[in-house]
C-alpha cells in the first residue's frame, strides 16, 4: 500500500535564513503546545514548558515537560541550514514506527517559499491512512502559528 505524502506550502515575509531559523533555533517560541504536545494534561490543564529543537545531523527534537521529563518526538536525518532539514518524526508516547517529515525554505519574491512534506505512512501499517488523516489539518494548525509568529 502506497500512501500519498501531506504537503503544505506557505510564503513567509523574511529572507530564508530567518525562516530556517524561526522554523528551528526558535521552535520554542510559536509551536501550539497547548493543541500539539504529548505531555499536556486536558484533565489538570498541565502544560508542556517547552520544545527544543537540536539543530544538528542527529540531533533531536524534544518535548519538555511540566515535571521536566524530555520527550524525543524527532531525530535529524538531514542537515542542511538554512535551506532543508528532514527529521524521522514519532511524537508519541511509546513510538512504534517513525515518518519523515521534510522541511525545504526557498528564496521567493515574498521573502520564502517553506515547503513541509510529510511522507512515509506505510511504516505504520494498518494505522497508516488514519495518522495521515489526522497530520493532515493538525499541520495546518502549526502552521497556522508559523504564521501568527512572522507579524
Same mark, same amino acid.
Given at each position: 500500500?502506497?500512501?500519498?505524502?501531506?504537503?503544505?506550502?506557505?510564503?513567509?515575509?523574511?529572507?530564508?535564513?530567518?525562516?530556517?531559523?524561526? $522554523?528551528?533555533? /526558535?521552535? +520554542?517560541? &510559536? &509551536?501550539?503546545?497547548?493543541?500539539?504536545?504529548?505531555?499536556?494534561? !486536558?484533565?489538570?490543564?498541565?502544560?508542556?514548558?517547552?520544545?527544543? $529543537? !537540536?539543530? %544538528?545531523?542527529?540531533?533531536?527534537?524534544? !518535548?519538555?515537560?511540566?515535571?521536566?521529563?524530555?520527550?524525543?518526538?524527532?531525530?535529524?536525518?538531514?542537515?542542511?541550514?538554512?535551506? /532543508?532539514?528532514? #527529521?524521522?518524526?514519532?511524537?508519541?508516547?511509546?513510538?512504534?514506527?517513525?515518518?519523515? #517529515?521534510?522541511? %525545504?525554505?526557498?528564496?521567493?519574491?515574498?521573502?520564502?517559499? #517553506?515547503?513541509?512534506?510529510? %511522507?512515509? &505512512?506505510?511504516? $505504520?501499517?494498518? /494505522?497508516?491512512?488514519?495518522? /495521515?488523516?489526522?497530520? +493532515?489539518?493538525? &499541520?495546518?494548525?502549526?502552521?497556522?502559528?508559523? +504564521?501568527?509568529?512572522?507579524?
Amino acid at each position: 500500500m502506497t500512501v500519498e505524502p501531506i504537503v503544505k506550502t506557505r510564503h513567509v515575509p523574511v529572507p530564508v535564513e530567518k525562516a530556517f531559523e524561526l $522554523f528551528t533555533e /526558535r521552535l +520554542d517560541t &510559536w &509551536w501550539p503546545l497547548h493543541t500539539h504536545s504529548i505531555s499536556a494534561d !486536558e484533565e489538570t490543564g498541565t502544560l508542556p514548558v517547552g520544545v527544543r $529543537f !537540536e539543530g %544538528r545531523l542527529g540531533g533531536q527534537v524534544v !518535548e519538555i515537560g511540566a515535571d521536566g521529563t524530555e520527550y524525543v518526538w524527532a531525530e535529524v536525518v538531514a542537515w542542511d541550514p538554512p535551506h /532543508r532539514f528532514e #527529521l524521522s518524526w514519532h511524537p508519541t508516547m511509546n513510538p512504534i514506527a517513525g515518518s519523515i #517529515l521534510e522541511i %525545504r525554505f526557498s528564496p521567493s519574491e515574498q521573502g520564502t517559499q #517553506l515547503y513541509l512534506e510529510h %511522507r512515509g &505512512w506505510e511504516a $505504520f501499517g494498518e /494505522r497508516a491512512l488514519e495518522l /495521515r488523516g489526522s497530520y +493532515d489539518p493538525g &499541520w495546518d494548525q502549526v502552521l497556522v502559528a508559523l +504564521d501568527a509568529a512572522f507579524v
